[in-house]
């Protein structure tokens, strides 16, 4: 678990620090911020009868960047970016279509707790369709993308960096106080004398 929690903080960093531009081995994570996929809008329920997977906030995802429009199928839920929102959308798929003029796929999107269709998504903007979630760990890598989370983890670096220079040293000033010791002085040290001797 611990060494999940280090991978996942190092992903988190790099994830944020990049822009959110770069996916890891063309995998990329996201935290769901809002709660427009919890439940599923009277509008939607005939449509998503049988979908079963729900997205709650917080919800730590990850998303496979799609190599063509055939990736996405008709339900799939793709993190996109939307002109003029800075942050990314995570919404379910409801319809996609071809257009011949300029020559673009296009995507019609939705949240499950919304009532009205997001603005056509282009194949371009869609950054990633989610593979697996982790409830509730979205918490977790906010933290650690936070100015307090940042300094944390520096803290923790500096402490574990500072205890493997100090255990380093510490055995070699053993091991040279160890070879300054004369072969007589360990032999009498190994051997007190006995009564006769004294």
Do not use: C
């Not at 959110?20 to 009868?49: C, D, Q, W």
């Not at 929102?85 to 499950?112: C, L, N, P, Q």
């Not at 998504?121 to 979630?133: A, L, P």
């Amino acid at each position: 678990m611990l060494g999940f929690l280090v991978v996942l903080s190092i992903w988190s960093m790099v994830d944020k620090f990049s822009g959110y531009k770069y996916p890891i081995f063309g995998i990329r994570s996201s935290v769901i911020i809002s709660e427009s996929m919890e439940t599923v809008h009277e509008s939607n329920a005939e449509a998503l009868e049988s979908v079963e997977d729900r997205y709650y906030k917080y919800d730590l995802i990850f998303a496979k960047r799609p190599k063509s429009p055939e990736d996405i199928k008709k339900h799939d839920v793709i993190i996109f970016h939307s002109p003029g929102i800075d942050v990314m959308i995570v919404h379910r798929v409801h319809d996609s279509f071809y257009d011949s003029e300029s020559g673009a796929y296009w995507f019609k999107t939705r949240g499950d707790a919304n009532s009205i269709d997001d603005p056509l998504v282009h194949f371009e903007d869609i950054q990633g369709v989610v593979t697996k979630r982790i409830r509730g760990m979205g918490d977790f890598v906010l933290y650690v993308q936070s100015p307090y989370g940042v300094f944390a983890l520096s803290l923790v670096g500096v402490i574990f960096f500072g205890t493997w220079l100090y255990i380093v040293f510490y055995d070699e000033r053993q091991d040279k106080k160890a070879a300054k010791v004369p072969d007589d002085k360990k032999h009498s040290e190994d051997f007190p004398p006995n009564e006769e001797e004294k």
